[in-house]
């Protein structure tokens, strides 16, 4: 069955980009999206279709695509960029999500 | 506004079963497919099944074939989840959770319920 792999968790400075990650064979074939969680609560779509944002989506979440590696990037993050990422694709007719990366703003 | 809300859950002994249910609102429920997620606690999230628009194509994650069944009923805007011989392992947090665009396979997931809990355990 397919695989998505993300680290377990990524630390970045307020204010400084970060990078999580999401690899997959010739996942740049598919269509990825992001969706963050916060504790308690449901989770939000943040990125689809690689790169696109959502309505209401800061634009200093952005997405990208290529080869085995998707890549959701976090410019200027904020104390509020705090929570659990899972990216997610399709593999034939079934839906695969990354183990989910633990974002912490120190 | 578009809203999902679940419900059904509780606490269930192995090998008995349990239906949820996923109300919509806000949205043309009979255009969109609908998924079910779950979230063992602590856990990352896992999809469970899909079901397309009009309820003619139904997929499901390899664990829970043969034993849970997707479907809906657009009259009434509710997906439900039929969960029979239910395993500790099905412990988790289910939520239904909206295609983004109508299209089927390939959708994002765009709107997500509040969840519901089942608990497997004698």
């Known amino acids: 069955s397919y695989e998505l792999t993300q680290p377990p968790s990524v630390s970045v400075s307020p204010g400084q980009t970060a990078s999580i990650t999401c690899s997959g064979d010739?996942?740049?074939?598919?269509?990825v999206c992001w969706y963050q969680q916060k504790p308690d609560r449901s989770p939000v779509l943040v990125i689809y279709q690689d790169s696109k944002r959502p309505s209401g989506i800061p634009e200093r979440l952005s997405g990208s695509n290529s080869g085995n590696t998707a890549t959701l990037t976090i410019s200027g993050t904020q104390a509020m960029d705090e929570a659990d990422y899972y990216c997610q694709a399709w593999d034939s007719n079934t839906v695969v999500f990354g183990g989910g990366t633990k974002l912490t703003v120190l | 506004q578009e809203q999902l809300v679940e419900s059904g859950g509780g606490v269930v002994q192995p090998g008995r079963s349990l239906r949820l249910s996923c109300a919509a609102s806000?949205?043309?429920?009979?255009?969109?497919?609908i998924h079910w997620v779950r979230q063992a606690p602590g856990q990352g999230l896992e999809w469970v099944a899909f079901i397309q628009y009009d309820g003619h194509n139904k997929y499901y994650t390899d664990s829970v074939k043969g034993r849970f069944t997707i479907s809906r009923d657009n009259s009434k805007n509710t997906l439900y989840l039929q969960m029979n011989s239910l395993r500790p392992e099905d412990t988790a947090l289910y939520y239904c959770a909206k295609g983004l665009s109508g299209a089927g396979t390939g959708d994002a997931f765009d709107i997500w319920g509040q969840g519901t809990m089942v608990t497997v355990s004698s």
């Open positions: 806000g949205f043309t429920f009979n255009s969109y497919g």
């Open positions: 010739k996942l740049g074939d598919k269509y």
